[in-house]
Structures are given as C-alpha cells and as structure tokens.
C-alpha cells in the first residue's frame, strides 16, 4: 500500500471547471494504477477515471467520458483530474485510489485497488 492525498476540489457553478490532485507516497520500486471514486450524498462509492503508471492508459465513467481529463506523468507519483462543464450531479466527495498493477494496466474495479485518500469535496452549484 502507499499513503495517498488528495488536494483541490471546492465550489464551483454549473459549467465551471475544477482540479484535483493526489499525490503517493511510501513505497517506492513499486508501480500502481491510480484512479479517482467519487461518493455523491446518500450513495455507494463509484468509479470515475483511472490511468496506469505509465500515463499512457486511461479508462473513464460514462458520466466523466468527454467532461474529465486524467493525466499523470510516466514514473511520477502524481496524477491529476481536470473536471469541466460541471454538473449539480458532480457534487460529491472524490477519493483517490490507487492498486498494485504493471507498468500499462489499469482498472475501473474498486476491488483493485488497496490504497486509499482521505477524500475532497467538490460542490457545483446551480
């Protein structure tokens, strides 16, 4: 497992944009998949993007697909996901994530995943 933590987030409106970062830490010589799950109020965790160690993979939501960027750099321990055209339905706790996994895979099944955030909020307003 690697220790993990999320900043950015906030308020925003509807159609506004907003980052969240996270960052690893504590093991090294160890590559992982990273990926970000959201908790919107009164739901189950869901799955929102992910991408392999490389950056090269990347795997999106239906809901993310053309509105959320992931990115993280070959071999570096952070990743990044750009959120655009916000939605009210946006609005949730986003946990950062990350599984062991070669240098390619990545996974959108929370069971893969063994390392987890603390969480950040994200609050789009109409």
């Known amino acids: 497992q690697v220790q993990l933590a999320e900043s950015g987030g906030g308020l925003a409106h509807t159609g506004e944009s907003l980052r969240l970062s996270c960052t690893a830490s504590?093991?090294?010589?160890?590559?992982?998949?990273m990926g970000w799950f959201r908790r919107r109020p009164g739901e189950d965790r869901e799955f929102v993007a992910a991408v392999s160690w490389s950056g090269q993979n990347t795997v999106y939501s239906d809901s993310a697909k053309g509105r959320f960027s992931i990115s993280k750099d070959a071999g570096e321990n952070t990743m990044s996901l750009e959120m655009n055209n916000l939605r009210a339905e946006d609005t949730a706790v986003y946990y950062c994530?990350?599984?062991?996994?070669?240098?390619?895979?990545?996974?959108?099944?929370?069971?893969?995943?063994?390392?987890w955030g603390r969480g950040a909020q994200v609050t789009v307003s109409s």
């Open positions: 994530a990350a599984g062991p996994g070669g240098n390619n895979y990545v996974s959108d099944s929370r069971l893969q995943y063994n390392s």
């Open positions: 504590g093991r090294s010589r160890v590559t992982y998949f």
